[in-house]
């Protein structure tokens, strides 16, 4: 058994050795031994009896280690065929590329002969190509003479023989011709066309001018002052008509070669204008007559040619455009709609007189920004004109009327400077007035719930006619530049205001202090209202895209709120009034109570720990040492729910029970010890009289003195319940260290006596203020 176990042992050594020369690594050896020693461990075991299984074991593995020796050697005897394979298919394919090589070689030289003598043949076949080309531009420039000739020459017939229309036609066709011609190089010929196309235009267009001109003065154009209605149509009224239609319909059809002659483009917009095509050429003509009218008595050394009178001229133009409507509507628009033009008649009229009064306020406006009265009396009447143009003549507001005018950068900011200028004057003659500070309204319950004094009511009227000053202007820049100018006039009131407030700050009982809180409140209740004016929500939305440069930066928060409309333009200044009206309230406040403290004072230091108790009178009634308080308190409310407005008044009085009820309860029921009669008798001044004089202006006053109203019912607590709510709070102290769900609240308690305000600590001080009985 010996031997075999040696004989065992050899040949698992040798198997080790084996495996160990295949392994690829140290870490794989180690694996390799684990694995065999796992399958010694595995098939024999401990067991002695186990050793007769190895000589199996070695047979088994003997043959599968031959098993794979074969495997081995079939690959190996394998793999030198296929190389050799694949060796042989390159060699074949090197041939094949060596051959392919060969003939492209060859092609490329025969190629290369090829163009070479091809060259030749290709040079002259370009040249002819070239002769060609030449030869065909010279026929196509020749084409177009003769075209052009054709045309003057058809034109011309068409003239001597006065068929208009066919001249018309052939007019419009050299122009579509020369249209045609203007990405061509030909200079000349582009100078020959324009000038045959100007040429032939010029004698038609007279022609029909004349003719237009003749029927127009048979319906007695223009129209300078208002037209009369004729008893009975003249005998050819039809013909007249008929012409008129035929005449305007012929100049529409020339409305192409007119503009083309004459270069119009688009008249550039203005700023939140759209552009505007040129004006057809019946309108041109009709505006003839009016535009010399116009330049005879408005230019030159002519009386009505006065700086002074912007009016006249202005005016003028109105009335034209107001005499002339009928005619346009009823005569020459149904020709418009009928020739497929998509143009209003009375509209392009008033186009054409509006630039006649546009260039005569451009001559005049920097003539005048010298001269500050001139200058606003110009500014007035311009504004006027445009409300007037958009309102009565309903002229579109897409097209731009003469307030661009003031737009120009010199004359705008002239006009703004006017502005402040003028608002500051009326401000210092406002304020100096005698009536300043007095409400025009007083004896007006209904109107005056403001209570705004003259001078902050006609302030606020300036910036509204200010507003509506600039409200028209077709720029948001402009609009948001006057924005800023009466931002900066508010702030400058609001300044004024403080200075006036300072003065009056002796006496804020008097009747100018409440006149100075009435006028911050008045404006920025009125500023407030604006913020939520569509207007002015457009100008904050325009602010946040155009507003930094007219308004200073904005910060990222400012700007996101002001894009979310979350915030206002007028943010700022309602922070700063709000500021001015709470410290003119505090001031008031302390004034009242300054004044109700002292009268207090005997109050405060009664006996009320020995005051009779309630059984022992026959009727309570208010301390005596109280009255001068009561008296003291009723006659401010009185005085300055006159002279505060409702808003203010409510903010004052509820303001005033807050400090009252500090004040009764620190330094009055906290300083004291009470006996029943003096808890009593406290109560009765509190409920019956003091919460009272707060009873006209709210249903239940008792609720703005919580403290008061308490500390009342704690210490008019019977003597039982007393008792009981003492042990209440002691065990509520004693069960402080105990976890929170095993802790008794004494709040409940508490809220069942009708006690919400106070904490335990506070009831348990008020319970010791008690008479002496209750702490024996």
Not at 591 to 606: G, H, W
């Given at each position: 058994?010996?031997?075999?176990n040696n004989?065992s042992?050899?040949?698992?050594?040798?198997?080790?050795?084996?495996?160990?020369?295949?392994?690829?690594?140290?870490?794989?050896?180690g694996n390799?031994?684990d694995?065999?020693?796992?399958?010694?461990q595995?098939?024999?075991?401990?067991d002695?009896?186990?050793?007769?299984?190895?000589?199996?074991l070695?047979?088994?593995?003997t043959?599968?280690?031959?098993?794979l020796?074969?495997?081995?050697?079939t690959?190996?005897?394998?793999?030198p065929?296929?190389?050799?394979?694949?060796?042989s298919?390159?060699?074949?394919?090197?041939?094949?590329?060596?051959?392919?090589l060969?003939?492209?070689t060859l092609?490329?030289n025969?190629?290369q002969k090829?163009?070479?003598?091809?060259?030749?043949?290709s040079?002259s076949?370009?040249?002819?190509?070239?002769?060609?080309?030449?030869?065909?531009?010279?026929m196509k420039y020749l084409?177009c003479?003769a075209?052009?000739?054709?045309?003057?020459?058809?034109?011309?017939q068409?003239?001597?023989?006065n068929s208009?229309?066919?001249?018309?036609?052939?007019?419009?066709?050299?122009a579509?011709?020369?249209?045609d011609?203007?990405?061509?190089?030909c200079?000349?010929l582009?100078?020959?066309?324009?000038?045959?196309?100007r040429?032939?235009?010029?004698?038609?267009k007279?022609?029909?001018?004349?003719?237009?001109?003749?029927?127009?003065?048979?319906?007695?154009?223009p129209?300078?002052?208002p037209?009369?209605?004729?008893?009975?149509p003249?005998?050819?009224?039809?013909?007249?008509?008929?012409?008129?239609?035929?005449l305007?319909?012929?100049l529409l059809?020339?409305?192409?070669?007119?503009?083309?002659i004459?270069?119009?483009k688009e008249?550039?917009?203005?700023?939140?204008?759209?552009?505007?095509?040129?004006?057809?050429?019946?309108?041109?003509?009709?505006?003839l007559p009016?535009?010399?009218?116009?330049?005879?008595?408005?230019?030159?050394?002519?009386?009505?040619?006065?700086l002074?009178?912007?009016?006249?001229?202005?005016?003028?133009?109105?009335?034209?455009?107001?005499?002339s409507?009928?005619?346009?509507?009823?005569?020459?628009?149904?020709i418009?709609?009928?020739a497929?033009?998509?143009?209003?008649?009375?509209?392009e009229l008033?186009?054409?007189?509006l630039?006649l009064?546009q260039?005569?306020?451009?001559?005049?406006?920097p003539?005048?920004?010298y001269?500050?009265?001139?200058?606003?009396?110009?500014?007035?009447?311009?504004?006027?004109?445009?409300?007037?143009l958009?309102s009565?003549?309903?002229?579109?507001?897409?097209?731009?009327?003469v307030?661009?005018?003031?737009?120009?950068?010199?004359?705008?900011?002239k006009?703004?400077?006017?502005?402040?200028k003028?608002?500051?004057e009326?401000?210092?003659?406002?304020?100096s007035?005698?009536?300043?500070?007095?409400?025009?309204?007083k004896?007006?319950?209904?109107?005056?719930e403001l209570?705004?004094?003259?001078c902050?009511e006609t302030?606020m009227t300036?910036?509204l006619?200010?507003?509506?000053?600039?409200?028209?202007?077709?720029?948001?820049?402009?609009?948001?530049?006057?924005l800023?100018?009466?931002?900066?006039?508010?702030?400058d009131?609001r300044?004024r205001?403080?200075?006036?407030?300072k003065?009056?700050?002796?006496?804020?009982?008097?009747?100018?202090?409440?006149?100075?809180l009435?006028?911050?409140n008045y404006i920025?209740?009125?500023?407030?209202?604006?913020?939520?004016?569509?207007?002015?929500?457009?100008?904050?939305?325009?602010?946040?895209?155009v507003?930094?440069?007219?308004?200073?930066?904005?910060?990222?928060?400012?700007?996101?709120r002001?894009?979310?409309l979350?915030?206002?333009?007028?943010?700022?200044?309602?922070?700063?009034?709000?500021r001015?009206?709470?410290?003119?309230?505090?001031?008031?406040?302390?004034?009242?109570?300054?004044?109700?403290?002292e009268?207090?004072?005997?109050?405060?230091?009664?006996?009320?720990?020995?005051?009779?108790?309630?059984?022992?009178q026959?009727?309570?009634?208010?301390s005596?040492s109280?009255?001068?308080?009561?008296?003291?308190?009723?006659?401010?409310?009185?005085?300055l729910?006159?002279?505060?407005?409702?808003?203010l008044?409510?903010?004052?009085?509820?303001?005033l029970t807050?400090?009252?009820?500090?004040?009764?309860?620190?330094?009055?029921?906290?300083?004291?010890?009470?006996?029943?009669?003096?808890?009593?008798?406290?109560?009765?001044?509190m409920?019956r009289n003091?919460?009272p004089?707060f009873?006209?202006?709210?249903?239940?006053?008792?609720?703005?003195?919580k403290?008061?109203?308490?500390?009342?019912?704690?210490l008019t607590?019977?003597?039982?319940p007393?008792?009981?709510?003492?042990?209440?709070?002691?065990?509520?102290?004693e069960?402080?260290?105990?976890p929170?769900?095993?802790?008794?609240?004494?709040?409940?308690?508490?809220?069942?006596l009708?006690?919400y305000?106070l904490?335990?600590?506070?009831?348990?001080?008020?319970?010791?203020l008690?008479?002496?009985w209750?702490?024996?």
């Amino acid at each position: 058994m010996m031997e075999h176990n040696n004989h065992s042992s050899n040949e698992l050594s040798h198997l080790k050795r084996t495996d160990s020369s295949k392994s690829e690594s140290p870490s794989e050896d180690g694996n390799l031994a684990d694995d065999v020693v796992e399958l010694v461990q595995k098939e024999i075991g401990g067991d002695l009896k186990s050793l007769k299984k190895v000589s199996g074991l070695l047979e088994k593995l003997t043959l599968e280690n031959k098993q794979l020796e074969e495997q081995v050697l079939t690959v190996s005897s394998s793999v030198p065929l296929r190389v050799s394979a694949a060796l042989s298919a390159a060699e074949e394919s090197r041939v094949k590329l060596d051959s392919l090589l060969e003939e492209e070689t060859l092609l490329s030289n025969n190629l290369q002969k090829h163009l070479q003598g091809a060259q030749v043949w290709s040079d002259s076949i370009g040249q002819v190509m070239g002769q060609l080309d030449t030869l065909e531009r010279h026929m196509k420039y020749l084409q177009c003479l003769a075209r052009i000739e054709e045309l003057s020459d058809r034109i011309q017939q068409y003239l001597m023989t006065n068929s208009m229309w066919d001249a018309v036609g052939a007019i419009d066709r050299m122009a579509s011709l020369d249209m045609d011609l203007r990405e061509s190089g030909c200079s000349h010929l582009q100078a020959f066309i324009r000038e045959t196309l100007r040429f032939w235009h010029k004698i038609l267009k007279d022609k029909l001018s004349s003719d237009f001109e003749e029927v127009l003065t048979q319906f007695h154009w223009p129209f300078i002052s208002p037209p009369t209605q004729t008893l009975s149509p003249p005998a050819n009224a039809q013909e007249i008509k008929s012409q008129l239609e035929l005449l305007v319909s012929q100049l529409l059809s020339l409305q192409t070669s007119d503009d083309l002659i004459s270069e119009k483009k688009e008249i550039p917009s203005h700023p939140g204008q759209s552009q505007t095509p040129p004006l057809s050429l019946p309108i041109q003509i009709m505006l003839l007559p009016l535009s010399k009218r116009f330049r005879y008595h408005f230019t030159g050394n002519r009386q009505t040619n006065n700086l002074s009178k912007p009016e006249w001229y202005l005016t003028q133009v109105l009335i034209w455009m107001g005499n002339s409507s009928n005619f346009m509507d009823e005569k020459i628009q149904p020709i418009l709609d009928r020739a497929g033009k998509k143009v209003n008649a009375r509209v392009e009229l008033c186009r054409g007189l509006l630039t006649l009064a546009q260039e005569k306020l451009a001559q005049d406006a920097p003539r005048l920004l010298y001269d500050d009265a001139l200058f606003c009396h110009l500014v007035d009447e311009v504004l006027q004109f445009e409300k007037e143009l958009r309102s009565t003549h309903s002229y579109p507001r897409a097209y731009p009327g003469v307030l661009h005018i003031l737009l120009e950068e010199t004359v705008f900011q002239k006009w703004l400077s006017v502005e402040r200028k003028m608002a500051v004057e009326k401000v210092d003659a406002m304020l100096s007035a005698e009536g300043a500070w007095s409400s025009q309204y007083k004896d007006i319950t209904d109107v005056d719930e403001l209570k705004a004094p003259d001078c902050a009511e006609t302030f606020m009227t300036l910036l509204l006619v200010i507003t509506e000053r600039y409200r028209s202007l077709p720029c948001s820049r402009a609009q948001l530049s006057f924005l800023a100018l009466q931002k900066e006039l508010v702030d400058d009131f609001r300044i004024r205001l403080t200075q006036v407030m300072k003065e009056e700050s002796r006496q804020p009982l008097s009747p100018r202090y409440c006149a100075i809180l009435n006028a911050a409140n008045y404006i920025s209740t009125v500023l407030s209202d604006w913020g939520d004016n569509i207007f002015f929500l457009q100008l904050q939305q325009a602010a946040v895209s155009v507003g930094e440069e007219i308004l200073g930066p904005l910060g990222a928060t400012e700007a996101g709120r002001l894009a979310s409309l979350e915030g206002s333009l007028f943010e700022a200044l309602l922070a700063l009034l709000e500021r001015l009206r709470g410290d003119m309230l505090g001031r008031l406040w302390d004034a009242v109570m300054r004044d109700s403290k002292e009268k207090a004072q005997p109050y405060c230091k009664d006996r009320w720990i020995s005051l009779p108790s309630q059984s022992d009178q026959a009727t309570m009634s208010l301390s005596s040492s109280a009255c001068p308080m009561m008296l003291c308190l009723r006659d401010h409310l009185l005085q300055l729910q006159q002279m505060l407005c409702l808003p203010l008044f409510q903010m004052f009085w509820q303001g005033l029970t807050e400090r009252l009820d500090c004040f009764i309860y620190e330094d009055l029921i906290l300083y004291n010890h009470f006996n029943e009669g003096g808890a009593a008798q406290l109560q009765y001044d509190m409920t019956r009289n003091l919460f009272p004089l707060f009873g006209h202006y709210c249903k239940r006053p008792e609720n703005f003195f919580k403290h008061v109203k308490e500390a009342c019912i704690i210490l008019t607590l019977k003597v039982g319940p007393a008792l009981l709510l003492c042990d209440v709070l002691k065990q509520s102290e004693e069960d402080d260290g105990l976890p929170k769900h095993q802790q008794s609240s004494p709040e409940s308690v508490l809220n069942e006596l009708g006690v919400y305000k106070l904490a335990p600590s506070d009831v348990q001080i008020l319970l010791n203020l008690r008479s002496a009985w209750l702490n024996q």
